[in-house]
């Protein structure tokens, strides 16, 4: 075990109870290291903040994608600017809107990617409650593909689920993760290997499937 695992199963001898967002927390990791109940309170959105959303309507001949929430995974993010700024050499129009707070250095590495800023469009932080019907009401495509290597990714719940489900918006995450198989059996987006699959190549497939996504 590592010294943070190492830590945390001393400091959870004190705990009776333990609240987890997401039931892979208990199944893939605190069951090793807490013996104790688990109490899975998930990240679902206020219905309040969602009252009477509408999403714009689709234009046939683009295709907005949204991240958002604070900006990391770089990796993933640096393949989503290449393969969008690839799509336009082909003549498919895809634009991105980046909506969230992140790192300065992080910030500046992922604009360092971008060899077409006309594609992109990075509206900064946002307050959750006045922004994010906005924010939703614009995009086509919610990416959220993380890191599927990383273990609190493979497990964990993140809000861009609820949001896909409240929205009706199609939702792209990593695949092999829990959040993964979630969109899988209620089939409400797709699921790609970042390090193994061609997103280039999934995001045109998409884009030429996206009118069949919004009337089934």
């Known amino acids: 075990p590592s010294l943070i695992q190492f830590i945390e199963k001393n400091l ?10 997401s039931p892979s927390f208990a199944t893939k990791y605190y069951s090793k290291i807490f013996q104790n ?11 309040d903040v969602w009252t009477n959303f509408r999403k714009k309507e ?6 907005n994608i949204g991240f958002i929430g604070i900006l990391r995974y770089k990796k993933s993010i640096k393949k989503l600017i290449q393969a969008v700024e690839e799509l336009e050499d082909i ?3 895809v634009k991105v809107n980046f909506s969230g707070g992140s790192i300065p250095d992080d910030l500046t590495e992922i604009k360092s990617y971008i060899k077409k800023s006309h594609l992109f469009n990075f509206s900064g932080p946002f307050q959750y409650k006045k922004d994010i019907q906005r924010l939703y009401s614009d995009i086509d495509l919610i990416f959220a593909v993380y890191d599927e290597y990383d273990l609190n990714c493979k497990i964990a719940l993140p809000n861009k ?12 995450v990593a695949k092999n993760t829990y959040v993964g198989s979630i969109v899988e059996e209620l089939r409400i987006g797709e699921t790609i ?6 997103l280039l190549l999934r995001l045109k497939e998409i884009f030429y499937e996206k009118e069949s996504w919004y009337t089934n």
């Open 12 to 21: 959870l001898r004190r705990v009776t109870k333990l609240i987890i967002s």
């Open 37 to 47: 109940e688990t109490i899975v309170l998930e990240n679902i959105p206020r219905k």
């Open 58 to 63: 689709l234009n046939k001949d683009s295709f």
């Open 91 to 93: 003549g498919i129009n």
């Open 161 to 172: 689920l609820y949001e896909s489900m409240i929205t009706k918006i199609p939702i792209l």
């Open 193 to 198: 290997s970042i390090e193994k699959e061609d």
